[in-house]
């Protein structure tokens, strides 16, 4: 299952996409948003390792910012200046 959230938070509002997988690996979170990079090349599924990179460049196009945590499940999130969401 998968599931969207919006947070207010300091000056931003943060979009959420949850789901209930592991996560990211740790050494893996470094890279997660540079073009072309998956956590492991013998991961099954199709991909090229774009996902995570436009997400980053959606964000910083409206001056926010991309996250993601590897605390337990996945989470990935963008947080845009309130300023812009209205």
């Known amino acids: 299952m998968v599931r969207l959230e919006a947070v207010p938070a300091t000056g ?4 959420h996409v949850r789901d209930e997988g592991t996560g990211l690996q740790p050494d893996f979170l470094r890279h997660a948003f540079e073009r072309f990079t998956r956590p ?3 991961r099954g599924g ?3 390792g774009l996902g995570l990179s436009i997400v980053r460049t959606i964000a910083l ?4 910012t991309a996250e993601a945590t590897t ?3 996945g989470d990935v999130w963008i947080a845009l200046p ?3 969401v209205r």
Request: hydrophobic share 35%.
């Open 12 to 15: 931003a509002v943060e979009l």
């Open 40 to 42: 492991s090349p013998h």
């Open 46 to 48: 199709r991909g090229s």
């Open 61 to 64: 196009a409206h001056e926010g």
């Open 71 to 73: 605390a337990g499940s």
């Open 82 to 84: 309130r300023a812009l």
